[in-house]
């Protein structure tokens, strides 16, 4: 390499001038959680010795979680249903972990789901799908287990549901330490931590029957129910978009655009991301059901497909306080 | 996946610790640099690369090693990104930086000869830095911080060859392949003509 490149090489790093670095705080912080999720990852390597540890490790919220699982098996006295598959894996994201009698199942992408097995996310998330139409999607720290094609167990973490719609003829009841969670066609998402439990409807109608009082409660868009013990405060109003929702949200598989319309892709964007639908005319909306899309949308957040999707068929699009503007 | 890529895979797999602390020095300043460039926050990107990391880990026995380790690591970053952007937000979400470019990706993974030089003299200099330090990280370690600590900080040879732990020689042969790597990356990331050396 010449002198002279030699010093071009100097002049540009002097120009950028030193890089970024992160806070000491924010390092420490950093690396004290990654360490964590390094010796996790390593701690699952062996996972018959790692098990019992673990679940020592858990303490008081393992002992509520077996507590609730006795209870609700205690309740009915029955023998345990032959396993038969409930649900199917989506999306994988990190390394979920199913077990089922004691045994780890490997999980892949159309992995079958069977009653009776639990499923921990431990760092990571999944969606899954129940029956044609139903999705359930489990967050960070959630652990459930799957009891029959219409039931699951909550027993830490979040879950998000989305029925399919109001046509769609699903139902999946959601057992916590608070009771039950029933919908009628709807997008909500249940948290539970300890002895709290928190639902949130995103869009449609949800049932809370809670186990102490029987006491039912219908919740409808924006509603959110928190209950501890007896104690129960309702909130209304609440956004069905953000941050609340984004986890659920980056869970969702692709739609697959190819030779869609415009008008299906719209329709589906804002379902995704709890967001109305606005088009600036009739006549707008009218071309949205003829433009046909092409290609994929695979790895895009979502600006970069409004920006893509815009770009190809040139009907501005632009989300704005909740609402995916079409058109001027 | 590099050799270099392997080995460091394998040493974490296997529980060195000194394999962690390598992974953790090397890689969470470059996410966090990654993370800032698409956000305001500084304490936000910190938090996003500090979950990319977390996300890795957890899942690097799955890592299979189709792109390059700081490729993956970006990967998993930009997921954050999005995850954790609950309000949409433009700059964040579409910007495009040169290194979304998978030609760009993939030329930068394999570092390959491109002989052209000092490109973009005259291009926007906010475009430019972000571009010389996108470049900086994407060096193979520690070529980034041999050439600040020699033309930022003026170290001289012998003090580089300390820090190093290495002999006075060995770490100026070091330089000059640094520099060439870096001549070569941010070349292929401006997308400057070939000219030839100015």
Redesign the interface.
């Known amino acids: 390499m010449s002198q002279e490149t030699d010093n071009s090489v100097e002049r540009l790093i002097k120009l950028a001038g030193e890089r970024d670095v992160p806070s000491n705080e924010g390092t420490r912080r950093a690396r004290a959680a990654s360490e964590r999720a390094w010796r996790q990852m390593l701690a699952q390597g062996s996972r018959p010795a790692r098990r019992g540890g673990r679940f020592l490790a858990y303490g008081l919220a393992t002992a509520a979680s077996v507590a609730l699982v006795a209870w609700m098996m205690g309740r009915n006295e029955v023998e345990p249903p032959t396993p038969v598959t409930v649900a199917r894996v989506l999306t994988l994201d990190g390394t979920p972990v199913a077990s089922h009698g004691g045994i780890t199942i490997p999980l892949t992408v159309n992995s079958p789901l069977s009653s009776g097995t639990m499923l921990e996310t431990t760092g990571g998330r999944m969606a899954m799908i129940f029956g044609n139409t139903l999705s359930l999607r489990a967050d960070h720290g959630t652990r459930i287990t799957f009891d029959a094609a219409d039931q699951v167990t909550l027993l830490a973490g979040t879950l998000y549901v989305d029925s399919g719609g109001l046509n769609a003829h699903s139902s999946l009841k959601i057992r916590t330490p608070a009771g039950e969670v029933s919908h009628i066609g709807t997008q909500f998402q249940v948290f539970v931590a300890g002895d709290l439990t928190r639902v949130r409807v995103r869009e449609g109608r949800v049932m809370v029957e809670s186990r102490q009082d029987a006491r039912r409660q219908e919740l409808a868009t924006g509603d959110a129910l928190e209950i501890r013990g007896d104690q129960y405060v309702l909130q209304h109003g609440l956004q069905t978009f953000g941050v609340d929702w984004a986890w659920a949200s980056a869970l969702a598989p692709v739609l697959e655009i190819e030779n869609r319309p415009l008008s299906e892709f719209l329709a589906w964007l804002v379902r995704e991301q709890g967001l109305r639908l606005h088009y600036s005319s009739e006549r707008l909306q009218e071309q949205a059901a003829e433009i046909r899309l092409h290609g994929s949308l695979d790895g895009l957040d979502v600006a970069a497909m409004l920006e893509r999707v815009s770009l190809v068929t040139g009907v501005r699009l632009e989300v704005r306080h909740g609402v995916l503007w079409v058109g001027a | 996946m590099n050799q270099g890529d392997r080995e460091l895979v394998e040493r974490?797999?296997r529980?060195d610790a000194r394999a962690?602390d390598d992974f953790?020095n090397e890689y969470?300043?470059k996410l966090?640099?990654f993370a800032?460039r698409r956000l305001s926050d500084?304490?936000l990107?910190?938090?996003v690369?500090?979950g990319a990391?977390?996300?890795a880990?957890?899942?690097?026995?799955?890592f299979r090693g189709e792109a390059a380790l700081f490729t993956w690591l970006c990967t998993l970053c930009?997921?954050e990104?999005?995850?954790?952007?609950?309000?949409?937000?433009?700059a964040?979400?579409?910007a495009h930086l040169a290194e979304e470019d998978p030609a760009v990706r993939a030329a930068l993974e394999s570092l390959m000869a491109n002989e052209s030089?000092?490109p973009l003299l005259a291009a926007d200099?906010a475009q430019?830095?972000q571009a010389?330090?996108v470049a900086?990280?994407y060096l193979p370690a520690p070529y980034?911080d041999i050439?600040?600590w020699?033309?930022?900080r003026e170290m001289s040879i012998n003090e580089i060859a300390q820090r190093l732990g290495r002999s006075p020689k060995a770490s100026e042969s070091l330089l000059?392949r640094a520099?060439?790597a870096?001549?070569e990356t941010?070349t292929l990331l401006a997308g400057a003509p070939a000219t030839g050396?100015?």
């Open positions: 974490l797999l529980g962690f953790f969470f300043p966090y640099r800032r500084p304490v990107a910190e938090d690369a500090q990391l977390c996300r880990l957890d899942s690097l026995r799955g930009r997921r990104l999005s995850a954790r952007l609950g309000e949409f937000n433009p964040a979400g579409s030089t000092d200099r430019l830095r010389i330090r900086l990280d980034g050439l600040e020699k033309y930022l000059t520099r060439e870096f001549r941010f050396d100015r």
